[in-house]
Structure formats: C-alpha cells, structure tokens
C-alpha cells in the first residue's frame, strides 16, 4: 500500500485504445460501420455498456455459423490410443442428437440446470452444446472434487439431470444424494448411445428462444468461505469473450510491424486445450475462440499435464498457438526433447492472471525468436476478460498485466468506493459485457460483488500506470498454483477439523515451475503430535489434491493482531520464504 493520500483530482479509468495504432483506413474496415468489430454502447442489465454491433444472439448462434462457413474444417481432435476428430458440421449434428434425447428422454429445457462432472472428452462438448440449443443451463462441476464438494454442487444448482463419467462419474454415485436415491447420475457413454440412435448427418439444433442475456453457464469459484459459488455467465458474456479476443490478436498481428511470426500457407489455425471444461479458460475457447476464427482444439488424452506430451502434439498436429500458464510455459522450453518436435509454426503464446518473469521472455526469444507472447488479466466473473497485454506493451511493461480489454473498463478505487488517480493503489474494478450475471442462488455475495454501475468487485489490489495496470496483491490471500485458484480458507477449515490441530493458517509460498506452492503453519492441540503424512491424508478426504498442502510446518504459535486475527503478512515475510 502507499503511503500518500490518494488522488482524486484525476481519477483514471482504462478503455481500449490499441486499434487507433492502426491506420485509418485498416481501423474503418476492423470497427467501422458495417465492419466485423463495429462497437457502440447499449443498455446491458439496466446500465451503458459497450458492446459489438455485429454479434451473434447467443452460443448455438456460434456452431451453427461455424458449421455453415467450415463444415469439413477440424473442430475438436480429441487425443490417445485412436485419436478422433469431429468437424464442424459433425459437431452441430451430434449435438443435435444429443439435444433431443435430453429433451424426450430427460425432460430437459429452457432454464433447467444440466450438471456435468467429467474429464473433457467428445461427449462431454456435445452435451454442453445440446444443453444450451435447448436453453438449459451448464452447471460445470469441478472433476477433482470429492463427493462432498460435488454434493455441493449439486444442492446449490439444482440439477434436473447431472452427468459423468471415468472417475469424477464414480465419485457422484458417492455423494449422499446418490446414496439416499435423490440422485441417479447418467454416464455421458449412455447418452452417446442414446443420441446415435436418433443421430441424422443433417441434423440442426433445436430453434429455442434465447435470449443474449440468459444463463448458460454455472462456473464455480472459490470465494471468502470454504463453500465455492456458483458465477453465472450469459450467451452474451461468452459471445463478447470470443469478439474482445479476436479483435485484440487481430490487431496486435496487424500493428506488429512484421515483427511476429506468421501461419504457414495451408496450415490451419490450431492450438492445445489443456484446460478442463468447467475452467472459463477451457470452455470460453472451445465455445467461442475456436468456432467464430474456424480454427481446431487439440485435447490431450484426459490425465496430468505433461511438457513432453504437448510438445509432441505440436509437431504431429502442427499447433500454432500454445495457451496456458508461465508454468507451462516453463517446463516445455526447458524440456530435454524441444528441439526434436516442429516448433516452428507456432505463432501465438497466450497465458493470464501471471506475469511473464524477465528469463522466460528472454527463453522465448532464444528458442522461439518472432513468437507473440500475449498476457491479461481476467477471472470467471468476467468470463477471463479484463486486460489484454501483447506487443509494444509486452515490451514496455512486461511486469503489468495490459490495458483494458476491448468493451471493458478497468477503474482502481479506494476504500470509499470512488476511483482513484495514476499510481494509486486500491481495489481493481471491471465493468462491461463481460462481467457476469451474478452467483446463482446466492444474492447477497452478488450484491457484495458489484459497485454502483454494475462494477465487478475483483477483490484484487493494484494501480493504473501509463494506461496499464499493475496488480499488486490479491485481497483475499488467493493461491494460484498451476494455473489452479487456491483459497487458503477451504484448508483452513478443514485442518482444524483434526482432533490434533489447534489452529492453522495456509499461504502461498513461490514455486518455480508451479509458480506457488500450497504452505500450512499447523499449531496442535496440547499433548497431540500430528504428522504431517496424516493431515495431508486428512486434508484430501474432503478436497481436492491440488488443495492438499505441499508443505507443513508446527509452530507452538501463530501471530495474531489485537482482534485475534492471524497476521498472514508475518508469515509471508519470514526468511525463506520469499
């Protein structure tokens, strides 16, 4: 935090301005009238916000446009022993098919909530798919969860029909729903079979009313308490999370100067997802990204992610995209095997939420010399978007996380809740589109959520520098470990849940590849000895392994402030560990 009175004589809010680098004319074919990314500024929930003038009504919009103008091209290559490729008109008749038997066989339809647990796989993108045609809502449930965490779940959605398979599927017949009768999960084989039953080559979606700002889907993200919350994203906020994506790389390949690398002739578009569906991150490019550009998905064969493995698929399905986090990014550079797989076609690095460290720029452009490296800012409550960072302003401000995306706005405000000037630190807010509807069923951490305006609350620290904004700590002590959002809390609650444990605290510790680590201070009970082989036993009987901490350590105390608080910054400033 600073120490000098906040300035309200200019408070700064960051728009998108990256197009006005481009010529006159290239800007008026890109976002003038008529043109694919013509902007104007409508009511969207009660409230002005910029919008795309020439977009789709809602997500089935989305297949049905890309079956239509690439029917034969790749969607979706799905990895392993026999790998299998759907196009784009295969996709749209499937999910078709898939749509009808949840319609006569399930009962689904507008409004109904379909939940899904499950690796990514083929059935699952075709029930995501089928659901929304007919209006429903996709309640994405983590596939690492435990049963009670998917029971959950599925008590604050209210599924009308829950869906599985492999693992994640055995751990929903666990849950006490399952149990007691009040649930009977339906493996997504089982409605694979179904659908080929009725399955027509010539099949189209069903004709729903939808509505732009209808829900489609329920992402669930941790929050101050050790129960996750359901962020309810609109047609509209994915269909906007496509538009402000492809307008940015458009004009960041366009104002490069030749600098970047560039597709070669005949190869298609293609990048790896090796993000789970029930991640924004996942499901946002595979409904939106990929069929608005025509481009393909590859999916790795379901398991953990291995630098070895994608780096093979980027020479046998000649990726020219990589998307993931500086982690990622870190173990494939520095693989033993890099130079044996065909790098160079690839054209575009994406990542989010992390700064690229100095080394790593400087390793792309050793081993991967003309790559554009691209960077944001963006969580589920805003379907990923909110600063957008690549080019001049990788170069300038490599620490920041970019300006605003385009159709957001990005304001820091103080504790008053009004915005603050250049070099301020306060809470980070986003407005647009993009921000969600709100948590389902949840209407006080929704109006907790938002300013006046429809402002997004990130709970984030940070401060607006040259038109690009810094964060500078997370508010609500967030762990991001491999791209995965830890909430030390959840640990919290449940160390102290052992017989043994007194009191604990969690905190992110630095991790060079993961970029942080999982760090418990374990105070225990007079006379008790726990180790720490059993609280992490402990600790994964109710959450996921990621969550398990990686290290512990006893202490006879924790620091407390005259209220009793745990006093985290103590801990986080010791020797060692930063």
């Given at each position: 935090m600073t120490d000098t009175l906040p300035d309200r004589s200019n408070p700064v809010t960051l728009r998108w301005t990256a197009d006005r680098a481009l010529s006159q004319d290239v800007r008026n074919t890109?976002?003038?009238?008529?043109?694919?990314?013509?902007?104007?500024?409508?009511?969207?929930?009660?409230?002005?916000?910029?919008v795309f003038v020439q977009r789709l009504p809602h997500l089935p919009a989305v297949l049905i446009r890309a079956a239509d103008r690439h029917p034969d091209a790749g969607y979706c290559v799905f990895d392993g022993p026999e790998p299998e490729?759907?196009?784009?008109?295969?996709?749209?008749?499937?999910?078709?098919?898939?749509?009808?038997?949840?319609r006569t066989d399930h009962g689904v339809g507008k409004g109904d909530?379909?939940?899904?647990?499950?690796?990514?796989?083929?059935?699952?993108?075709?029930?995501?798919?089928?659901?929304?045609?007919?209006?429903?809502?996709?309640?994405?449930?983590?596939?690492?969860?435990?049963?009670?965490?998917?029971?959950?779940?599925?008590?604050?959605?209210?599924?009308?029909?829950?869906?599985?398979?492999?693992?994640?599927?055995?751990?929903?017949?666990?849950?006490?729903?399952?149990?007691?009768?009040?649930?009977?999960?339906?493996?997504?084989?089982?409605?694979?079979?179904?659908?080929?039953?009725?399955?027509?080559?010539?099949?189209?979606?069903?004709?729903?009313?939808?509505?732009?700002?209808?829900?489609?889907?329920?992402?669930?993200?941790?929050?101050?308490?050790?129960?996750?919350?359901?962020?309810?994203?609109?047609?509209?906020?994915?269909?906007?999370?496509?538009?402000?994506?492809?307008?940015?790389?458009?004009?960041?390949?366009?104002?490069?100067?030749?600098?970047?690398?560039?597709?070669?002739?005949?190869?298609?578009?293609?990048?790896?997802?090796?993000?789970?569906?029930?991640?924004?991150s996942g499901v946002g490019p595979t409904l939106v990204g990929t069929p608005m550009s025509g481009s393909r998905l590859v999916f790795p064969a379901p398991g953990r992610w291995d630098a070895g493995r994608v780096l093979?698929?980027?020479?046998?399905?000649?990726?020219?995209?990589?998307?993931?986090?500086?982690?990622?990014?870190?173990?494939?550079?520095?693989?033993?095997?890099?130079?044996?797989?065909?790098?160079?076609?690839?054209?575009?690095?994406?990542?989010?939420?992390?700064?690229f460290a100095p080394?790593?720029?400087?390793?792309?452009?050793?081993?991967?010399?003309?790559?554009?490296?691209?960077?944001?800012?963006?969580?589920?409550?805003?379907?990923?978007?909110?600063?957008?960072?690549?080019?001049?302003?990788?170069?300038?401000?490599?620490?920041?996380?970019?300006?605003?995306?385009?159709?957001?706005?990005?304001?820091?405000?103080?504790?008053?809740?009004?915005?603050?000037?250049?070099?301020?630190?306060?809470?980070?807010?986003?407005?647009?589109?993009?921000?969600?509807?709100?948590?389902?069923?949840?209407?006080?951490a929704t109006a907790a959520a938002f300013a006046d305006g429809r402002w997004y609350r990130t709970g984030d620290y940070g401060r607006i520098v040259d038109g690009v904004l810094y964060l500078e700590s997370r508010m609500r002590d967030l762990i991001i470990r491999g791209g995965e959002n830890i909430y030390p809390i959840e640990i919290e609650y449940r160390l102290v849940e052992h017989p043994g444990v007194a009191d604990a605290a969690v905190i992110g510790v630095p991790d060079r590849i993961l970029g942080q680590q999982v760090k418990a201070f374990v105070v225990p009970e007079p006379g008790a000895a726990p180790t720490e082989e059993e609280l992490r036993e402990w600790a994964g009987e109710s959450l996921a392994a990621f969550k398990v901490p990686a290290l512990i350590e006893f202490r006879d105390a924790l620091p407390y402030n005259a209220t009793g608080k745990v006093i985290k910054r103590r801990l986080e400033e010791e020797p060692g560990i930063s």
């Open positions: 890109l976002c003038g009238p008529g043109g694919p990314f013509e902007r104007t500024v409508e009511e969207v929930l009660g409230f002005p916000a910029e490729t759907l196009t784009y008109a295969e996709a749209l008749s499937w999910a078709a098919a898939y749509a009808e038997v949840l909530r379909v939940a899904i647990a499950s690796p990514n796989g083929k059935e699952y993108l075709l029930a995501i798919w089928a659901t929304l045609s007919l209006g429903g809502i996709v309640a994405g449930l983590n596939g690492w969860w435990t049963p009670a965490e998917l029971e959950h779940g599925i008590e604050l959605t209210e599924p009308s029909l829950v869906l599985g398979s492999a693992r994640p599927l055995e751990r929903l017949a666990q849950t006490k729903a399952a149990e007691e009768g009040r649930l009977v999960p339906v493996a997504l084989q089982d409605l694979h079979r179904a659908a080929a039953a009725v399955h027509d080559p010539a099949g189209r979606l069903p004709e729903t009313d939808i509505h732009e700002d209808d829900p489609a889907a329920i992402l669930f993200t941790s929050g101050t308490t050790s129960r996750p919350k359901g962020a309810t994203l609109s047609h509209r906020n994915f269909v906007h999370f496509g538009m402000f994506g492809a307008l940015g790389g458009t004009v960041a390949l366009l104002g490069g100067g030749g600098r970047y690398r560039q597709i070669p002739g005949g190869v298609q578009r293609t990048s790896v997802c090796s993000n789970p569906f029930f991640h924004v093979e698929l980027t020479g046998r399905y000649k990726l020219t995209q990589w998307h993931g986090v500086p982690t990622h990014f870190w173990r494939m550079l520095t693989h033993p095997d890099f130079d044996e797989h065909g790098t160079d076609q690839v054209c575009v690095i994406g990542s989010g939420g992390s700064a080394e790593l720029l400087r390793l792309f452009e050793e081993k991967m010399p003309g790559v554009q490296i691209t960077n944001g800012y963006g969580m589920t409550e805003t379907t990923g978007g909110g600063t957008f960072l690549n080019g001049a302003g990788m170069d300038g401000h490599p620490a920041s996380v970019g300006a605003a995306a385009p159709t957001m706005e990005v304001q820091v405000r103080g504790p008053d809740g009004e915005p603050l000037g250049e070099d301020q630190v306060g809470e980070v807010c986003i407005k647009g589109a993009g921000v969600f509807l709100g948590y389902w069923s949840d209407p006080e």
